[in-house]
T-cell receptor, first 117, second 116 residues
Framework: AQKITQTQPGMFVQEKEAVTLDCTYDTSDQSYGLFWYKQPSSGEMIFLIYQGSYDEQNATEGRYSLNFQKARKSANLVISASQLGDSAMYFC??????????????FGPGTRLSVLP | GAVVSQHPSRVICKSGTSVKIECRSLDFQATTMFWYRQFPKQSLMLMATSNEGSKATYEQGVEKDKFLINHASLTLSTLTVTSAHPEDSSFYIC????????????FGPGTRLTVL
């Protein structure tokens, strides 16, 4: 079974509008972490935002916010005021277990976001 | 802070040759590093976990004799693709866990390998 599901292979959004990228996850661990990364065409993975499973508040980082709904096991990324430079692949990832060494990430299939001028 | 570099960024080699890719944490120590592989338009797939001073742990289906990993210091892990073949052409990305900050990983910029 897929541990991370991103149901939107591609998304379009008009510049300056907000967009939500979906992510659902599957884990039986009580302690885990959820991440969003941006991968532009250059290939580097750019960290955007992190949500710990015990964090009660939704994470926010500038124009990025994570809509964390624990009961639904969803961790959607919201980008406000989209910019042309936001066009990229976006990956949702999960680290299962508490903060320990050797905890690898599981990545979702990604969503390609295109921002239209 | 927390910068990870990879060298080379791009390499083209002939079939049958070996290629070494370096992953360095520039401003922090990393006991643990990870190596991922990414095919075009696909997600990252974990290949192996590299721990300083010990043998790497490979994911199922990854040939350890083909993808040699050496984590000789707290700032350097190397991935050697031995006897490379065209099907090994891919984008290889490493990440490092900063000692004392184990909640996230810091990714290198990736290495694009093309085997002719």
């Amino acid at each position: 079974a897929q541990k991370i599901t991103q149901t939107q292979p591609g998304m379009f959004v008009q510049e300056k509008e907000a967009v939500t990228l979906d992510c659902t996850y599957d884990t039986s661990d009580q302690s885990y972490g959820l991440f969003w990364y941006k991968q532009p065409s250059s290939g580097e993975m750019i960290f955007l935002i992190y949500q710990g499973s015990y964090d009660e508040q939704n994470a926010t980082e500038g124009r990025y916010s994570l809509n964390f709904q624990k009961a639904r096991k969803s961790a959607n990324l919201v980008i406000s005021a989209s910019q042309l430079g936001d066009s990229a692949m976006y990956f949702c990832a999960m680290r299962e277990g508490p903060d320990n060494y050797g905890q690898n990430f599981v990545f979702g299939p990604g969503t390609r976001l295109s921002v239209l001028p | 802070g927390a910068v990870v570099s990879q060298h080379p960024s791009r390499v083209i080699c002939k079939s049958g040759t070996s290629v070494k890719i370096e992953c360095r944490s520039l401003d922090f120590q990393a006991t643990t590093m990870f190596w991922y592989r990414q095919f075009p338009k696909q997600s990252l797939m974990l290949m192996a976990t590299s721990n300083e001073g010990s043998k790497a742990t490979y994911e199922q289906g990854v040939e350890k004799d083909k993808f040699l990993i050496n984590h000789a210091s707290l700032t350097l892990s190397t991935l050697t693709v031995t006897s490379a073949h065209p099907e090994d052409s891919s984008f290889y990305i490493c990440s490092a866990v900063r000692d004392g900050h184990t909640d996230t990983q810091y990714f290198g910029p990736g290495t694009r390998l093309t085997v002719l």
